[in-house]
């Protein structure tokens, strides 16, 4: 099993910056893949980041080249979402997702609210 913890959502102004973490209950590096997500009020949630343990990454075209999903070589256990030139379109409710073996996890989300 692995818990998920998210912080350091907020609101911030058009243009402004956030980073996101979620802690883990498990180094980062086992995990097949750990994930963002988004869900905005009224719509599906939606991916919005993940790192595969390939150490491939994959962004949706709506914040690609303004987000970036990264893991803590020294934490081991924490995944960062950096956000930039933050957008209006970007509030929602971010949540971090967990692949571990055939099971999915996930934490209780954050809200990130962007005002234009």
């Known amino acids: 099993q692995v818990q998920l913890e998210e912080s350091g959502g907020g609101l911030v102004q058009s243009g402004g910056s956030l980073r996101l973490s979620c802690a883990a209950s498990r180094s980062v590096f086992s995990l097949n893949a750990i994930a963002w997500y988004r869900q905005a009020p009224g719509k599906q949630r939606e991916l919005v980041a993940k790192?595969?343990?390939?150490?491939?990454?994959?962004y949706a075209d709506s914040v690609k080249g303004r987000f970036t999903i990264s893991r803590d070589i020294a934490k081991n256990n924490v995944v960062y979402l950096q956000m930039n030139n933050l957008k209006p379109e970007d509030t929602a409710v971010y949540s971090c997702?967990?692949?571990?073996?055939?099971?999915?996890?996930w934490g209780h989300g954050v809200q990130v609210t962007v005002s234009s």
């Open positions: 790192a595969r343990d390939s150490g491939q990454t994959t």
């Open positions: 997702n967990a692949q571990f073996l055939q099971f999915a996890y």
